[in-house]
């Protein structure tokens, strides 16, 4: 998957109808010649991630209201949006994932400043943390240990303890409610994974067929997960989202080849759930931001 995971990093998406119900997705963001990434909604905010024009690209944190004007996070380094934060002890905020020279950071910012919001003790040390993701009282990340191992930690803010949830080579996508999505990849595949906070009980998704591969999950607060299936080696190649419920997999999506798909995010609008991803034109690289109803 080495080609295609520097191509994950989109085009006008044609959504094919699945066996059961055609799913048209609605356009979000998705500028000419730009990326548009990590999309997070809750609510009347919304919060992205896009590079810009210049060389080297360098990628910034964004958030707005419904109908409003973008505002930029102001943190320094590149930035990528985790979740805006409606709810418990981190409300108004939002999480991002800064990486710059001493490699990355969680950090936080107010909703309505911009500003940087410090984070709690303990989440940053001196290894890299990524993947930062918060829903209510938890955060979920990654930490690198040198090139060999990265495991996905869970944080309490009202009890303020860690706990590790995956260890190995691991990624966390999206804490959500009671439940926690991560994947992990090897040299011939990748798979996506699922924790129950309550319970401490893991699920993994049916395994992708030889030569494919599961990556990019999201999970809904009704532990429903959503994830990318497509081809391990070539980008945009009979690529679709899947869904699985209680052991139950089902197409959600399937876009025209050449096209990949990438941060899968669930989310809720004020009246529906929501599943948020990018879609990456396969020729050039680029993303764009497209959501689909969950209802």
């Not at 080495?2 to 191509?7: M, N, S, V």
């Amino acid at each position: 998957m080495r080609t295609k995971l520097a191509l994950l990093l989109t085009a006008i998406l044609v959504a094919l109808p699945s066996a059961a119900t055609a799913v048209t997705p609605v356009r979000v963001l998705d500028s000419r010649g730009a990326s548009e990434l990590s999309g997070t909604l809750h609510g009347d905010r919304f919060g992205w991630t896009a590079n810009s024009a210049q060389r080297p690209k360098t990628f910034r944190g964004y958030v707005s209201e419904a109908g409003g004007l973008a505002h930029k996070i102001k943190i320094a380094g590149d930035l990528f949006v985790g979740d805006v934060i409606l709810d418990g002890p981190r409300a108004g905020q939002v999480v991002v994932t800064a990486n710059d020279l001493r490699g990355g950071d969680i950090r936080f910012a107010d909703l309505l400043t911009q500003e940087e919001v410090a984070a709690p003790d303990g989440i940053n040390t001196r290894r890299r943390e990524t993947g930062g993701t918060v829903s209510g009282d938890y955060l979920a990340f990654t930490r690198y240990y040198g090139n060999t191992r990265r495991d996905v930690l869970l944080y309490q803010f009202s009890t303020d303890t860690l706990t590790t949830i995956a260890e190995g080579w691991f990624f966390v996508t999206q804490v959500n409610g009671d439940y926690v999505s991560y994947t992990r990849c090897t040299n011939r595949t990748c798979d996506v994974w699922r924790y129950r906070i309550s319970t401490g009980t893991t699920n993994r998704m049916p395994r992708a067929a030889r030569g494919r591969a599961n990556y990019y999950p999201a999970v809904g607060a009704d532990g429903t997960v959503y994830y990318v299936q497509g081809d391990y080696d070539d980008c945009g190649r009979n690529t679709k989202i899947l869904r699985w419920n209680a052991g139950d997999v089902s197409q959600a999506l399937k876009v025209q080849d050449g096209t990949e798909l990438g941060t899968l995010n669930v989310g809720n609008d004020g009246l529906e759930d929501v599943l948020l991803f990018g879609e990456i034109n396969c020729r050039n690289g680029d993303w764009g931001i497209y959501r689909i109803p969950l209802g």
